[in-house]
């Protein structure tokens, strides 16, 4: 048996998906959806198609989509664009402190060029308090990033509250929410939540890896990121990537097709892994339980023993997870994550981060538990830290 | 039958190339290239294996190859790059004024940072001038623009000679050539015309759209378009599309398999199409002729007839070509290529692109020179415009 837990880095891309894709390479829309050729106007079509598609599915209009590289590139089109935009107003930016990389990194960078940015804490759980975030505004304040989940350990964050708090004030505040841990596990509209900007991801989602989208509400003064050719948006231009867009929205499509079912499901399976890695003795849960954590996400810290080393032998039995996030890996640097929540540097060495889909089944789950047991046993055999 | 001529705007992704990438959207390589798992390691492999087939391709070394989302952000990347990171050395930059829109653009964008740019200007060929180059230059000066092949009218530049003008300076002068046009066309050796950065696209070279590459010399002064996780490069963070790098190499890899013989094919084809275009009557070429014109270009001027007119006609005959740059096509601005070598506003108003391929056939060479000849001579019948 083969599995696959590292769902909340990237995904499997199933056959629907790429059958979808497939014939855009070459039998019909492979022109570019500029030009007024048949190849072309084709092209042009599935580029609307997956726009609506995308946006009907957080409740946005299809001309508030704008399809990027992914969520990186959308998270920086995010910050730079409102940034650079709205300056004149003001420079101060706050975001929370468990945002993901792309965030975090692009706030340094915009930190260079004069910006402010303050941050906000989070409790026990990875959850933001929307009453810090009310008195960390100031009338300098022009932007908030608040990530719908976080990526390491599934905290839904009050996002309805904090869209409240900044509607509170009398200028204009955008609030920009990566949602790619997210997107398709939890609802989101961006009409009732009040968000201005909303970056998602295929490739977590199912879709293709270089592809993503940032929702950009209508009126948001905004500055593009690249400067080119204009196909069919000016707010990022360039050769759209048909086949992957296609690709993506189509996996979109499936996975809001008995979302109600599919994420109940995933929950499920969630709980009795966590459960079932709780029973193992030294073992701490990183994150909410219940309803206000991700279906898709379970992470916990083993103590006395290095995450590394039960990738490594999870790997030679053919299950696939990750110690903390992709991010921080080639880096090494513990996650600022399991940091903001509290636990110590000890804590966050034994961190693994199983990220499910709808595609794992309950075997896969009870093959995991029987053999992340044993494996957790034998490394704390041979650690040279012991529970005192 | 179905004749596909806009190969210069978009090419058709061949079944291998597609077979090549399909694995890798489930059935190994599917994980993030940074994890230690065996999805991840595989990811991770391809990488690199892609990374070596493109730097060979150009005589590069496997370090100096970033992968981008395309051509229009490896420009953006290239040029945004070197002027952040070497303005205390100076704010002046030279291009050509035939660049492509995503070079352009990214130097107006420029210009409102306190950069100064100075255009080169091309003669009736589209040739820039190394003499005039030389003039240019100031001790501000860091960083020259100059394509390879234009995209409009495959014009191929004395890159060469122009790189040697650089060196003749005491102080560093970058040399970015955008090789969006050319790669795949013409050799590229970066050792020998001593280009510091080299934009390729995918999506020109019959690999999937949504993918690019940048050439960085590796001493090279640059500062990062994007900040995020750092995955295998920190010089553009987030995760790689792996699919897409894979098929792009492929499509690389198929294109220098017997690539004179392959270039020669096209160069006749293009010479047939150019000799037979020629004889209907008030029709210019732009561009030159023979070996200083990429094998894949064909552009002329009809007189007395307006191009989207043809494109619309050759397209109920299942013909596919496009009028001027699909880059122009949505703003429908006259061609800033064909005013820059002397082309009056109204001949360019009648410029059809025709852009071959390596898979385009002798028999759709002639089936097009017949109906292009009838459909101008249907279209004059009816112009209010007449030769005089």
């Avoid at 979808?20 to 070459?26: E, G, I, Q, V």
């Avoid at 084709?42 to 989509?65: F, T, V, W």
């Avoid at 910050?79 to 107003?89: D, E, F, P, Q, Y």
């Avoid at 110590?344 to 693994?352: A, V």
């Amino acid at each position: 048996m083969e599995v696959y837990l590292d769902n909340g880095n990237t995904t499997i891309v199933p056959r629907e998906v790429v059958e979808a894709m497939t014939p855009f390479f070459n039998e019909k829309g492979y022109g570019h959806p500029a030009m007024i050729h048949k190849p072309g106007r084709e092209a042009l079509e599935a580029l609307e198609k997956s726009r609506e598609i995308i946006g009907r599915s957080i409740n946005a209009s299809p001309e508030e989509i704008v399809f990027t590289s992914g969520g990186t590139e959308a998270n920086n089109m995010a910050l730079k664009g409102v940034a650079h935009a709205n300056k004149h107003r003001g420079k101060h930016i706050v975001a929370s402190k468990i945002e993901h990389e792309s965030v975090l990194r692009v706030l340094e960078q915009l930190k260079t060029e004069g910006f402010k940015v303050s941050y906000l804490d989070v409790d026990g759980e990875g959850f933001v308090d929307p009453n810090q975030l009310e008195e960390k505004i100031t009338a300098d304040t022009i932007l908030v990033s608040v990530m719908y989940v976080n990526h390491e350990i599934g905290t839904i964050e009050p996002i309805k509250e904090i869209s409240d708090v900044l509607k509170s004030f009398n200028h204009k505040i955008y609030l920009h929410t990566d949602a790619a841990a997210a997107y398709t596990k939890v609802p989101i509209d961006v009409e009732k939540t009040g968000i201005d900007l909303l970056t998602l991801s295929s490739h977590k989602v199912h879709g293709p890896k270089g592809v993503g989208a940032l929702f950009i509400r209508e009126n948001v003064e905004f500055s593009p990121l690249f400067q080119g050719a204009i196909s069919n948006t000016f707010r990022r231009p360039g050769l759209e990537n048909i086949p992957g867009i296609v690709g993506f929205s189509k996996a979109v499509e499936l996975a809001f097709e008995g979302f109600e079912e599919k994420t109940s499901y995933m929950r499920r399976l969630r709980d009795k892994l966590i459960n079932g890695l709780m029973s193992i003795p030294y073992t701490l849960l990183n994150g909410p339980k219940g309803h206000l954590r991700s279906p898709g996400n379970v992470n916990v810290s083993f103590l006395f023993v290095e995450a590394e080393s039960i990738v490594v032998m999870l790997d030679s039995m053919n299950i696939y997870v990750s110690s903390g996030s992709a991010c921080a890996t080639r880096t090494m640097e513990a996650s600022p994550t399991l940091l903001a929540i509290g636990r110590s540097l000890e804590e966050t060495h034994g961190s693994i981060m199983f990220g499910l889909s709808r595609y794992n089944k309950e075997e896969e789950i009870n093959f995991v538990l029987e053999k992340i047991s044993q494996v957790v046993e034998k490394l704390r055999k041979i650690s040279p830290v012991k529970p005192s």
